[in-house]
C-alpha cells in the first residue's frame, strides 16, 4: 500500500523509518513546508516523493493511506480532506482538538468504509501491555488511585496544552487499563508564557466508585519524569519509563485498615518484597504500524482505538472548561 507522511518534523523521521520498513508498506510521499526537513528526507528516502504542498497528496489516486504528523490545529482538515478524497488515515495524538471534530472524523471514516486511527503509541509499549495484565489478573487487587507525572522542560506548543500535548499519553492507557469510565474530571493550571495555553497542569478524573485518577503535566519542569503509581488494595506498582531496564515495579505493600471498635481503628502497613517483571522490548510503533496495516488490509476499524479517541477528546473538552472556571467539577 502506497503510504503518504505529513510532516516530517519531531515525530515524522520515526514515522517515516517504521513505514518504510514494513513489508507491505511503500513510503511514497514525504510532505513537509521546512525545506531542510525535505532535503533531511530525500537523503534518507531517494526514491520517495516529496513535497510541500498537500494537495499534492491529497488529490493522487496513488495514494491510499495518509499518515498525518503535524501540529494538532491541523490535524482536522487534514484528515477529513483525506477520508473525503478516498484514502485511510492514521493520524498523530490527539485526533482533533475537539470532541465534536472528533466524532465528526470517525462518523466520515466509518460511512465510507475507510480506517481512521489515532497513534496511541503507549499502547503498544511492551511495559505497559505487561501492566495491562498484571491490572487484569486481580495480583495488584481492585484499584484505588492512579497517579501520573509527564513532566521536562519541553517543547511549548502554540495550538494546544500541556494536557492535550502530554496527558493524552496517560489517558490512553489508564482509559485501556480501566473498564471503569470516568464521570466527572477537574483541572487547574496556569498560563506562564503563552496566554490561553496551560503550560502546567492537574488533571483529576473522578469515578463512580472510590477509584481516583489524578496526572500531573509541565512544559516547565528542570527535569524529565515519566512515573505512573498504581494503587491497588492488594498490591502497589510504579511504572517509570525513564528507566532503561526495570520499567515496572511491584510492590507487595498495603494498608489494611481494622475496626476494633465504633471510634477505633488500628492500621497495620504491610512493606513486602518488591517484583520486577519482564515484558516484551519491540519498538512500540513498529507494532502500532502494523496494527494500522492490518486494519487496512482487513478494512476491519479497530475499536477500542476509536472508543478510546472518543473518550479523550470528550474529557480535554471539559477539561478545558474546567481551567477556565478555577477547577471547577465538570461532568462527563
Known sequence: MNIALIGYGYWGPNLARN??????????????NNENRISEAKKLYPHTLLTHN??????DENVHCVVI??????????????????????????MALSFKETDELINIAVSNKLIIFSDFTFLYNGAIKKIDKIIKSGDLGRILYIDATRINLGIFQNDVNVLGD????DLSVILSFIEEKPVAVSAVGR????????????????????L??????SWSAPVKIRQMIIGGDKKMLIYNDIEPSEKIKVYDSGI???YEEKESILIDYRRGDVFV??????????????KFANCVIKNQQDIKNIQISLKIAQILDKAKLSLQNQGKTILL
Open 69 to 94: 504528523a503535524t501540529n494538532p490545529s491541523q490535524h482536522y482538515k487534514l484528515a477529513k480532506q483525506s477520508l473525503l478524497s478516498g484514502k485511510h488515515v492514521l493520524v498523530e495524538k490527539p
Open 277 to 290: 517483571p519482564k515484558y516484551d522490548t519491540t519498538e512500540p510503533l513498529k507494532i502500532m504500524i502494523d
Open 191 to 210: 498560563c506562564h508564557i503563552k496566554k490561553d495555553i496551560e503550560n502546567l497542569a492537574y488533571l483529576t478524573l473522578f469515578y463512580n466508585s472510590d
Open 166 to 169: 502530554l496527558a493524552t499519553h
Open 256 to 258: 489494611t485498615f481494622n
Open 212 to 217: 481516583i485518577v489524578h496526572i500531573h503535566c
Open 19 to 32: 513505514i518504510n520498513q514494513h513489508p507491505v508498506m511503500d513510503l511514497y510521499y514525504i510532505c513537509d
Open 54 to 59: 498537500t494537495d499534492d497528496i491529497i488529490n
